[in-house]
C-alpha cells in the first residue's frame, strides 16, 4: 500500500467504539457497525470470561501497560471482540476503535515478508532450499559462509547472522543498507545456533523483490490487502491519517522527538520505512481479516460488507477467494524442528509464550516490539489480535508483557468445547500439531 491509501474504510468500523462495556454475564450489545460482534453462544464461547477480557485489558491500561489497546477476538470465522480501549495518547484524549493504526514493528516479518514469501513458494519462483546468493549475488561479500544460507535458514533464525546492527546511526538509504547487510559477517556457522535476527527477515524482503521484480509493499499490496479489502494495511501511512494513529516512543537518541506515522524500528526507518522487518501499520479490523485467511487454510468466504453476521468482512465478496494454497499455510505454521520454537517466518509457543499457557502446541504468532501480538489457534479455530502502543512514551514499558499472557489465557478458557489444558498436558506434546 502506497502512502494516501489508507482510511478507505475507517468509518465502517468507528461505531464500535462506543460499544458499552458488557456486565459480567452478558454478551456485548449488537451494534449497527458494518463488523459487527455475535454473541459467544454462537461460536461455543463463554461470555462471562470473555467479560473478563475486558476488565483485564482496562485494568492493565489503568496500571500503564499502554495509553491504550485494540482487540479482535475470532471464532469459526466470527467475532466476538472489536473493540478500542483507553486512547491513542493521553494528552489529546482521542479514543481507541478497531479502524485505530498501530505500528506493527515485528508483525511485519509475518504478516508482510513472511506472506510474500509463501506467495512465490506457491508460484514455483521460490524454494526453501535456495541459496541466498542465488537471488543476491552480493550478499556473501563479508563471508564466504554465507555462500551456504538457504532461505529456510533465514525463515527459521538459524542462518548464524546477528540478531540487528545500529547501522541507523550512519547509514541511510537502500543502497547504503544493502551495502552493510552485504558486508556484515556470520557470528556462527548456517544451521547450528537460532538467534532472532532482524538482518534475516530484511534480507528475506530482498530476495520477493528480486525474484518478483516488485517493491514488497506492491507485492503485498496486489497479492494480498487489496484482494482482501485490508485498505488500511500498509507502510508509509499518509500525514492525513495521522489523528487515528497511535504515537510509539520518545527517541531521545536519534529523531529527537515523538515518533508518530514514521515506523519506530529505526533501521527500518533509515532503510526507506518499507523493509522486511518492520514498517507495517494495520488496525484490529484488518488483522482479524488476515487471521481469519489463515485459520481457513488460506482462503475467505463469499461474504456481504452490508450484512456480515460478525463476519471480517471489509468488502463484499461473491465468491470464495484463495489466497495462499492450503498445503503452503500448514508448512510455514508448524514448528521447522526440535531446534527451537520457530515456524517459517512464524513463532510457536514454549515455556512462558506470549500465547499463554492454554493455547494449544498447534498454534502460530508473532509479537511486535511496539506491544503488537497476533496469535492463532488452529486446534480451537480461534484468534486472537492484541495491538497496543505500550513503548509510548518510552520503551522501558514492559506492563504489556503480562497482559498478552492474561487475554490469551482467557480467551483459551473462553472456548467451551474444547478443554482448557495447558500445553503438553494432550497428545503430541509439545509444538504438535494434530
Known sequence: MRAGDFGRRALLVVALTACARPGPAQDPPRTGAVAHEVAAAEVGMDPILLARIDSTVQAALDEGASPGAALAIGRHGRLVR?????????????????????????????????????????????????????????????????????????????????????WFLDREGRDAYRTAIGEVALESEPGTATVYSDIGLMTAALIVEAVSGLPLDAVLDERVFAPLGMNDTGFLPDAGEMARIAPTEVDTLWRSGLVRGRVHDENADAFGGVAGHAGLFSTAADLAVFADLLLRGGTVPPCSAAAPEGRPCPVDRADERRVIEAETVDLFTRRAGPESSRALGWDTPSGRSSAGDFFSASSFGHTGFTGTSLWLDPERDLFVVLLTNRVHPTRDNTLHVPLRRAVHDLAARAVLDVPARPRGEGAGGEGARP
Not at 515478508?113 to 542465488?134: E, H, K, N, P, Q
Open 82 to 166: 472489536l473493540r478500542g480501549y483507553g486512547v491513542l495518547e493521553p494528552a489529546e484524549g482521542a479514543a481507541v476503535t478497531p479502524a485505530s493504526l498501530y505500528d506493527l514493528a515485528s508483525l511485519t516479518k509475518v504478516v508482510g515478508t513472511t506472506t510474500a514469501v509463501m506467495l512465490l513458494v506457491d508460484d514455483g519462483l521460490l524454494s526453501l532450499d535456495d541459496r541466498v546468493v542465488d537471488h543476491l549475488p552480493w550478499w556473501s561479500a563479508g563471508d564466504p559462509r554465507k555462500n551456504r544460507v538457504t532461505l529456510r535458514h533465514l525463515l527459521v533464525h538459524r542462518a548464524g547472522l546477528p540478531a540487528f546492527r545500529r
